[in-house]
């Protein structure tokens, strides 16, 4: 991302160069980044979108990882499993830390905002919460990243109602898609932040898990015990990031040193 963590290096993890910065170094790299520059954006990928990569959806998803201007790990369980295993790893920081840090001390009350996705309910919670007067919302219909025609009516939206934080609240993959789609547009200013959930858990819709699971990277056990079903499936295809990590550390033990 121009203007963004430009001082900062990366390490590459699973295909993917995720920045190897500090939660204060990105805070305050947003907060600095004047709101005129041209759009860019921030993805944190955890581990469903490391297996969404590795699967028949690469060729089709990766462009959206390449095209965003800085990826954020948001798995403390990844950087945990890879941390045994002996692979360098970045540090976490999570789209919903990262969303609610933005909102507590860099988003004045007066300062206008977008927000792409979620629901009407979640974002009037949200501007009661943080006493917000120029929230502008634009909330897409389930499945519209298969119709082009309203994915550039959500384009449109975000550049005809520019704001120095874009919050893409879509889930994945279809936040990353129209953030993607924003850049080869071109027009939109601001930074895009590809949050799923964050806005409901942050304005209270969704409860988040307490903070002493978040930091003991236990939030997985909470999501499941509140969704058993749907969650529960995500996170044993997730599993597949295991062998992913295993492949990761014995390719590197085959590169020389002198290669390093």
């Given at each position: 991302m121009h203007g963004l963590l430009e001082s900062c290096g990366t390490i590459r993890l699973l295909g993917l160069a995720l920045a190897d910065a500090s939660f204060e170094e990105v805070v305050t790299a947003m907060g600095d980044r004047p709101p005129t520059m041209s759009f860019s954006y921030v993805v944190t990928p955890n581990a469903d979108h490391f297996v969404r990569l590795e699967g028949q959806q690469r060729e089709r998803l990766m462009p959206y990882y390449v095209t965003a201007g800085t990826l954020l790990l948001d798995s403390r369980v990844v950087r945990r499993l890879g941390r045994?295993?002996?692979?360098?790893?970045?540090?976490v920081i999570t789209g919903s830390d990262l969303t609610?840090?933005?909102?507590?001390?860099?988003?004045?009350?007066?300062?206008?905002?977008?927000i792409i996705g979620t629901t009407a309910a979640a974002v009037d919670c949200l501007t009661r919460k943080y006493s917000l007067?120029?929230?502008n919302h634009f909330a897409p219909p389930f499945g519209f990243e298969r119709d082009p025609a309203i994915v550039e009516q959500c384009v449109r939206y975000v550049i005809e109602h520019p704001a120095r934080f874009v919050f893409l609240a879509c889930g994945a993959p279809r936040q990353e898609l129209l953030a993607h789609r924003l850049v080869q547009a071109g027009g939109a200013t601001g930074i895009g932040l590809c949050i799923g959930?964050?806005?409901d858990q942050i304005g209270g819709i969704e409860k988040r898990a307490p903070r002493w699971m978040r930091t003991g990277g236990l939030e997985w056990c909470w999501r499941i015990s509140r969704e058993p079903k749907r969650m529960g499936r995500r996170y044993l295809e997730d599993l597949a990031v295991i062998p992913m990590l295993i492949r990761e550390r014995f390719a590197a033990q085959q590169v020389p040193t002198a290669a390093k």
């Open positions: 045994v295993m002996g692979l360098r790893m970045p540090p609610y840090e933005l909102f507590e001390h860099r988003i004045t009350p007066d300062e206008p905002i977008t007067t120029r929230v959930a964050a806005i």
